[in-house]
């Protein structure tokens, strides 16, 4: 029996403003994954992505280590990784290689060769290049096509999406997560896997537009044709809805991050402006009464801003929303959300599901957990696509495509 037949555990990693999340799951012999476990810890020292107080941050996440290993039993010493950051950013740039043998096949070396002249290029001094991910592709300046491997032409061009961000800031992110021990096998992006885990091929097709609502950023994903088409990140995130109510209503954090979480709504209309929420008493707090249209009216003004600043992001992008808008993290708990999002596009929306996924029907209920279990669909498919093109069968198989194309 080969290696690639033994079970393995796959572990990913999401380190956030709000908490630290853990997901392992096994990986059969037959490709597929079910999660074994979900764990879930304080996270201290990270603010929008970035780790602020490294101390703080380390202990955070040797207990979230320690906290999931306890529960699900197993041994942690790798990890894929969920990147995340205001500071992140993506842009487009294309690459061009010249076929010149004479039959004119397009082969694997040529794909190989474009993806390493985009990483080839020189990122900005200061900024390091996270990732590149190809778009499309395009023969002799026609139509785009999504595997050129195998067609026939003269010039060879692909689209890249590359997603870069602030060298020194992702060194600390990954001395953080390095300092337990911890080894960092791959990573992704957080709105990127999100959207591998709650997105089908129809909705990539047809234009579906992806936001995390997360406790420090909010990001987004869009996709169309079945690609990547644009991703960012806002600085704004569920947190900002909590500080928003401490400040309005001289509330403690804690009792603000109740409130919402229990009582907030961002549909403020049709509410009477003269119903009151009370506002329990505990640990020193007497307790308060609030309108509940004021603090409706509150919470909305964030959410929207945040809204307005991805739609304006977007812009002409937001007509090709065939699929309309899906919505995760934990801020899309927030009541009437589904509503304001679709008042803001002019698109409907709705609170997505996770899909191609099997484990604890809790965990796949969370949407606070989507990218960090999508991170682990992504991990897992990476690994048995590893292990077929290891196995005796892969190996004929492409020695096989290999003769047949130069036999053509």
């Known amino acids: 029996m080969g290696f690639w037949r033994k079970d393995k555990h796959v572990v990913a990693l ?37 780790i602020v107080d490294p101390k703080a941050a380390a202990v955070a996440l040797r207990d979230a280590i320690l906290a999931a290993e306890t529960k699900i039993g197993v041994t942690v010493d790798e990890v894929n990784l969920v990147l995340s950051g205001s500071h992140l950013q993506c842009e487009e740039r294309v690459t061009v290689k010249e076929i010149l043998r004479e039959d004119n096949h397009i082969i694997e070396a040529d794909v ?8 080839e290029q ?5 900024r390091f290049r996270v990732t590149e991910m190809p778009r499309s592709y395009s023969i002799d300046g026609g139509e785009p096509v999504q595997d050129p491997v195998g067609m026939i ?29 911890i080894a960092i096998v791959d990573y992704a992006l957080g709105p990127v896997v999100a959207a591998e885990a709650i997105l089908n091929e129809d909705q990539k097709q047809s234009g579906a537009l992806v936001i995390d609502m997360g406790g420090g950023l909010t990001h987004y994903a869009f996709f169309c044709d079945g690609r990547l088409e644009k991703m960012g990140v806002v600085g704004i995130g569920g947190d900002h809805v ?3 109510i401490s400040r309005a209503f001289h509330l403690p954090l804690r009792q603000s991050e109740q409130i919402k979480c229990s009582m907030a709504t961002v549909d403020d209309d ?20 609030i309108y509940a249209k004021s603090l409706a009216t509150v919470c909305r003004l964030r959410v929207e801003e945040t809204l307005e600043i991805i739609r304006e992001e977007l812009g002409e992008q937001v007509k090709l ?4 808008i899906l919505l995760t993290g ?34 796949l209920s969370r949407p606070e957990l989507s990218a960090v279990l999508g991170m682990l669909l992504t991990a897992t498919r990476k690994e048995a696509k590893t292990r077929k093109l290891k196995s005796p069968l892969g190996m004929f198989k492409r020695a096989w495509e290999q003769v047949r194309m130069f036999a053509f």
């Open 330 to 363: 934990g801020g899309s708990r927030l009541k009437g959300v589904e509503s304001l999002v679709s008042s803001v596009f002019g698109k409907p929306s709705l609170c997505a599901r996770m899909h191609h996924l099997s484990g604890d029907a809790e965990d």
């Open 270 to 289: 049709g509410l009477d402006p003269e119903q009151v929420l009370q506002v329990p008493a505990s640990n020193g707090f007497a307790g308060k009464n």
């Open 321 to 324: 929303f065939g699929a309309g």
């Open 112 to 119: 190989a060769e474009v993806h390493h002249m985009v990483q």
């Open 153 to 181: 032409g003269r010039r060879l061009e692909a689209v890249f999406m590359v997603v870069h961000g602030v060298q020194g800031r992702l060194q600390n992110f990954v001395k953080c997560v390095h300092e337990p021990g």
């Open 242 to 244: 909590t500080q928003d």
């Open 14 to 50: 999401e380190v956030g403003t709000c908490k630290i999340a853990v997901a392992v799951g096994s990986l059969g012999s037959d490709g597929g994954m079910n999660i074994l476990g979900t764990s879930e810890t304080a996270s201290a020292g990270v603010r929008k992505g970035e």
């Open 122 to 126: 020189h990122e900005n001094a200061g």
